[in-house]
């Protein structure tokens, strides 16, 4: 058993041009099977900066203040918004394509879920923080791409291998 406080958890933003405050309960937890993190978003944050889907990982984000909106896109290829409020809780199966923001006025607080706790196969269709830049193959033109695990090599195309450098 272990016991943690949240606020003895340091912040450690993922990317801090998106959220000032993400912290990772996993570790202190000693979890092995389950991530856990909660964020603090103010208007204007996100969870991440691109529209993606873990392959390898089911998550749920339960929403404990504020109002969380999602834009998805549905395994069937239809997209829209999702808005998720307080006290409810969504749930995005492996492959469904996601991405959470704080679009309302008010403090956003989140608990993330996330099983199995490693992911290895995230996918991206869609990257809202840089002018909502596509990231279809250029190759064969699939609507999204694997992120490599080395951050400095190109996005990889899951049916075709082609690679797509982000600038």
Known sequence: MRRVSIEDVDPEPYEESLH??????????????V?????????????SGSV???ADQEEVFVVLEGEA????????GDAGEIVVSEHEAI??????FQSGRNAGDERLIALVLGAPRATDDVRISRIPVLDDRDV??????????RVPTDPDAPLECPVCDGTLALE
């Open 52 to 54: 993606h889907a873990h």
């Open 136 to 145: 279809s193959c250029p190759d064969c033109g699939h609507d999204s791409m």
């Open 35 to 47: 991530a856990i993190t909660r964020y603090v978003l103010e208007p204007g944050e996100r969870f």
């Open 20 to 33: 000032a405050d993400r912290r990772p309960l996993s570790d202190p937890l000693d979890t092995d099977h």
């Open 69 to 76: 909106t999602f834009d998805v896109r549905r395994t069937d």
């Open 91 to 96: 749930r995005f199966a492996p492959g469904e």
